[in-house]
């Protein structure tokens, strides 16, 4: 069975710290990963997506992959009030992608 | 100039009906998903298909069946619709099925069965 873990929350922050998520994953065969962000009751829209070891920046947004320790985080710095929403972490198994149950996060103003 | 859209937005209909969801992408993408989200708001994929073949077919009820016409089109049909079919059903495209290609959800069809 293949797994992708997160902490439901929810993740309190106040607006403009550090927020951050985490994710772990029990296949090691898994190729790539993906940060989705969904607000209540609208569709996942793609914030980023990591292949390889190590961080990828874009923005306020950060995604960090350690593949010998299986996981995944996304930081996000300057947190707004508009990031609250539910942040969904998913792994690529080949053909087939399997997401976690996602992260509430809060941004306190 | 939608990306992904699903026909109906809302569905509510009675135990035992039948009914259909529709999808379809302009994106140009070669692979297209059927999610369902449940009340607890956990995103699991269904089927997916790439060039109008099946490539995974989850564990599902065969109630459910898709129907890939052509390559931009992925529709869902229920059979005898049960009050556990009630969540979310997401469509989503990617370009195709490997190596992690991401994907872009269509904004959802909430099925409510009375």
């Known amino acids: 069975q293949k797994e992708v873990e997160q902490n439901s929350g929810p993740l309190s922050v106040p607006e403009g710290a550090i927020a951050s998520l985490n994710c772990t994953y029990s296949d090691r065969g898994s190729q790539s990963f993906f940060w989705y962000r969904q607000y209540s009751g609208k569709s996942p829209e793609l914030i980023m997506f990591i292949y390889s070891n190590g961080d990828k920046e874009d923005g306020r947004f950060t995604a960090q992959l350690n593949k010998a320790s299986q996981y995944v985080s996304l930081l996000i710095r300057d947190s707004q009030p508009s990031d609250s929403a539910t942040y969904l972490c998913a792994g690529n198994y080949g053909q087939n992608f399997v997401f976690g149950p996602g992260t509430r996060l809060s941004v306190l103003p | 100039d939608t990306a992904v859209s699903q026909t109906p937005k809302y569905l509510v209909t009675q135990m035992g009906n039948d009914k259909s969801i529709k999808c379809e992408q302009n994106l140009g993408h070669d692979t297209m998903y059927w999610y369902k989200q449940d009340s607890k708001k956990f995103l699991k994929i269904m089927f997916s298909y790439n060039n109008k073949e099946l490539i995974i077919n989850e564990t599902v009820p065969n109630r459910f069946s898709p129907k890939s016409p052509d390559k931009a089109h992925l529709n869902l049909h229920i059979n005898s619709l049960e009050l556990g079919d009630s969540a979310v059903y997401f469509c989503?495209?990617?370009?195709?099925?490997?190596?992690?290609?991401?994907?872009?959800f269509g904004d959802g069809t909430r099925l409510s069965i009375l």
């Open positions: 989503a495209s990617s370009q195709g099925p490997n190596l992690g290609q991401p994907q872009h």
